[in-house]
């Protein structure tokens, strides 16, 4: 008979330590799979993580250093910045990037969603973040094991709370880790509704329902071209 598992099982190997820090959100467990057949495929995931990150991160320094003066040159306040976002098992920690909107944009309103030609973008926030070299500041989360190359997009706990109680299995995206890329980031625009996160939210599920070295591979590549204008999700 078939061991089943999910992230709330007790195998040492697979179970991960949570934070008292909560969100209000509660992981669903992954799809019933082989226990041995998910260890070795998150193994491999760690370890991909690990070795592909600090590569990106020695080859992207210098281009980080540039975009983080340009940043600092142009607009009032640091050139990166910090976020609270919700990772695996609901527990908090903090993403960087590359500061691409105005300084404490948010004082007045509070966590709100980036949407089209938002006027809290800097002009030099538009190119890094039409090159996604933003995200670059994020290869220190996977090295530091707080989120992957892969995954459903990490969300801030405030809006990730509303998000729980509007919409059916929004829980089942915090059994794993977070992504900087992911199938539903590839194939979906930005979230500016709800209803565009309960369609992230089913590829989501798709993406946990087939969990594998081989589909992190293709979202890589997939990620790479779509960057460079090569790929266009149908």
Same mark, same amino acid.
């Given at each position: 008979?078939?061991?089943?598992?999910?992230?709330?099982?007790?195998? !040492?190997?697979? @179970?991960?330590?949570?934070?008292?820090?909560?969100?209000?959100?509660? =992981?669903?467990?992954?799809?019933?799979?082989?226990?041995?057949?998910?260890?070795?495929?998150?193994?491999?995931?760690? $370890?991909?993580?690990?070795?592909?990150?600090?590569?990106?991160?020695?080859? #992207?320094?210098?281009?980080?250093?540039?975009?983080?003066?340009?940043?600092?040159?142009?607009?009032? &306040? *640091?050139?990166?910045?910090?976020?609270?976002?919700?990772?695996?098992?609901? @527990? %908090?920690?903090?993403?960087?990037?590359?500061?691409?909107?105005?300084?404490?944009?948010?004082?007045?309103?509070?966590? #709100?969603?980036?949407? *089209?030609?938002? !006027?809290? $973008?800097?002009?030099?926030?538009? %190119?890094?973040?039409?090159?996604? $070299?933003?995200? +670059?500041?994020?290869?220190?989360?996977?090295?530091?094991?707080?989120?992957?190359?892969?995954?459903?997009?990490?969300?801030?706990p405030e809006?990730?709370?509303? +998000?729980?109680?509007?919409?059916?299995?929004?829980d089942a995206?915090?059994?794993?880790? =977070? &992504?900087? #890329?992911?199938?539903?980031?590839?194939?979906?625009?930005?979230?500016?509704?709800?209803?565009?996160?309960? /369609?992230?939210?089913?590829?989501?599920?798709?993406?946990?329902?087939?969990?594998?070295?081989?589909? /992190? +591979?293709?979202?890589?590549?997939?990620?790479?071209?779509?960057?460079?204008?090569?790929? @266009?999700?149908?």
């Amino acid at each position: 008979m078939l061991r089943t598992y999910s992230v709330l099982d007790t195998d !040492p190997v697979l @179970r991960r330590w949570t934070d008292p820090r909560r969100t209000g959100t509660r =992981p669903s467990p992954l799809p019933f799979r082989r226990t041995d057949s998910l260890r070795r495929t998150l193994l491999f995931k760690r $370890v991909f993580d690990y070795t592909f990150a600090s590569a990106l991160l020695a080859l #992207t320094l210098p281009l980080m250093a540039v975009c983080a003066g340009l940043v600092r040159l142009t607009s009032r &306040g *640091p050139a990166f910045y910090s976020q609270q976002r919700v990772g695996q098992f609901g @527990r %908090v920690f903090t993403l960087y990037k590359l500061r691409t909107m105005y300084h404490q944009c948010e004082r007045l309103t509070g966590p #709100t969603w980036s949407v *089209p030609g938002d !006027p809290r $973008v800097t002009p030099v926030g538009r %190119v890094l973040r039409a090159l996604h $070299v933003d995200e +670059l500041p994020q290869l220190v989360n996977v090295l530091r094991g707080q989120m992957s190359m892969i995954g459903p997009r990490p969300e801030r706990p405030e809006i990730a709370a509303q +998000l729980a109680r509007t919409i059916d299995d929004y829980d089942a995206r915090s059994s794993v880790l =977070p &992504g900087i #890329t992911g199938h539903a980031q590839v194939h979906l625009p930005p979230d500016v509704t709800v209803a565009d996160v309960r /369609d992230k939210v089913r590829l989501d599920r798709y993406y946990l329902s087939r969990l594998s070295t081989w589909f /992190d +591979l293709v979202t890589l590549v997939r990620t790479a071209l779509r960057i460079v204008g090569v790929y @266009r999700a149908k």
